[in-house]
């Protein structure tokens, strides 16, 4: 279920990224490929400042 208020996101690397569905997701909604899952959880958990730069614009935009 895709919840625009509070994405889920996930760690690749070292990096939160607004992603489609955790598991699944081979981009990022910035375009950044997902190659090294850590971690998912969703905005709200991890805040907007420990997010993608070019994912908060999309976030912050809405």
């Known amino acids: 279920m895709r919840d625009d ?3 889920v996101v996930l760690l690749s690397g ?9 598991r699944q997701s081979t981009l ?3 375009g950044q490929p ?9 905005l ?3 805040g907007l400042e ?3 730069p070019k994912c908060r614009v ?3 935009d809405q």
Do not use: G, M, Y
């Open 5 to 7: 208020n509070n994405p």
């Open 14 to 22: 070292d990096q939160w990224h607004i992603v489609d569905d955790s």
């Open 28 to 30: 990022a909604r910035c």
């Open 34 to 42: 997902i190659r090294q899952r850590r971690a998912h959880s969703r």
């Open 44 to 46: 709200k958990t991890i």
């Open 50 to 52: 420990n997010l993608c």
């Open 58 to 60: 999309l976030v912050e």
